[in-house]
């Protein structure tokens, strides 16, 4: 029963409201972000993927449904903060997988969310509908799970350890809400 | 390379801070727990846990390493809240599990979180080393999954969900740090 990326990216697509807490470990420190994120499908062939996938050697044929993600919130660790942006996701499924399902491969995006320098995750998607995504950066990695609880819930654990791999230094939860289109 | 349920306890033994973030998903509200959690192996003849196998139906050949886990802490939902308890637990491997490794079973405890009687949950290790534990109670639904980062830190994702399993009320985080024994 393993979900190839192209159902994960559709279950995904949608506004979210999120809630989110992380921990910042060394000094037990709590904070809280609360956000409004969306999930946009693109086309293989719009610029913006093309620029992404050109700047990392990566051919079209490739790919599977790439997406956009914005958001826009805040967080109580420094109140005049607006938390902003939005990044270019394309994922490229490793061919000849064994679940013939695409249950793995890179994800190319054209921001981290530890760095702003374009990044490229490996993903995988385990039996029971968990997406694992473990991302490198210069001097820090990132490691998320992200899984639905049904079609409108779902969460995200992320965990930002030293470049190593050794600690952790952050771990967080956000617990995402559909915002369902309003019926007219 | 699955963990059996020996080991599993093993690795929780001893005393941890734990920084807890639950999300109260009807009003979007957080709540955060500062507590000390303690985890002592017990001997399978122990009074207390001969006493919960003979309530269950269990015979004591039948199970693996039985623990108790005490905790001490506040939340800041209710500040004149002190949260104090603490469990027995007590593992029945299913007899013949296909890894050999006794990586599912019973969980036996002596009070659940969610309301304070008997309660009897299944877990499964899976091939990654989570830990996943589900208990139905008589109005909810909770289900556990625990991990190690590493020897000193583990994290634990509950969701209490609806009796039906459908819906989830409350999401939470806990980062658990162990403290380490002082040298002499």
Same mark, same amino acid.
């Given at each position: 029963?393993?979900?190839?990326?192209?159902?994960? &990216?559709?279950?995904?697509?949608?506004?979210?409201?999120?809630?989110?807490?992380?921990?910042?470990?060394?000094?037990?420190?709590?904070?809280?972000?609360?956000?409004?994120?969306?999930?946009?499908? +693109?086309?293989?062939?719009?610029?913006?993927?093309?620029?992404?996938?050109?700047?990392?050697?990566?051919?079209?044929?490739?790919?599977?449904?790439?997406?956009?993600m914005?958001?826009?919130?805040?967080?109580?660790?420094?109140?005049?903060?607006? +938390?902003?942006?939005?990044?270019i996701?394309?994922?490229?499924?490793? &061919?000849?997988?064994?679940?013939?399902?695409?249950?793995?491969?890179? +994800?190319?995006?054209?921001?981290?969310?530890?760095?702003?320098?374009p990044?490229?995750?490996?993903y #995988?998607?385990?039996?029971?509908?968990?997406?694992?995504?473990?991302?490198?950066?210069?001097?820090?990695a990132?490691e998320?799970?992200?899984?639905?609880?049904?079609?409108?819930?779902?969460?995200?654990?992320?965990?930002?350890?030293?470049?190593?791999?050794?600690?952790? #230094?952050?771990?967080?939860?956000?617990?995402? &809400?559909?915002?369902?289109?309003?019926?007219?």
């Amino acid at each position: 029963m393993g979900m190839d990326i192209d159902t994960f &990216v559709a279950r995904s697509l949608g506004k979210w409201r999120s809630q989110r807490s992380a921990h910042h470990l060394a000094f037990a420190h709590f904070e809280e972000i609360r956000s409004m994120i969306e999930i946009e499908g +693109l086309a293989k062939d719009d610029p913006s993927v093309l620029a992404l996938c050109k700047s990392q050697g990566i051919d079209i044929s490739a790919i599977a449904t790439p997406f956009k993600m914005s958001w826009e919130g805040e967080t109580d660790w420094n109140e005049d903060d607006v +938390l902003k942006g939005q990044t270019i996701l394309v994922p490229v499924p490793h &061919v000849g997988d064994n679940s013939g399902e695409n249950n793995s491969g890179k +994800l190319l995006r054209d921001q981290g969310y530890a760095e702003t320098i374009p990044a490229a995750g490996d993903y #995988t998607i385990t039996s029971d509908g968990t997406f694992v995504l473990t991302t490198g950066y210069d001097r820090a990695a990132a490691e998320e799970k992200i899984w639905f609880a049904s079609d409108n819930l779902r969460f995200r654990v992320s965990l930002i350890k030293t470049s190593d791999g050794k600690g952790v #230094t952050t771990s967080s939860l956000s617990s995402e &809400v559909r915002i369902l289109p309003k019926s007219e």
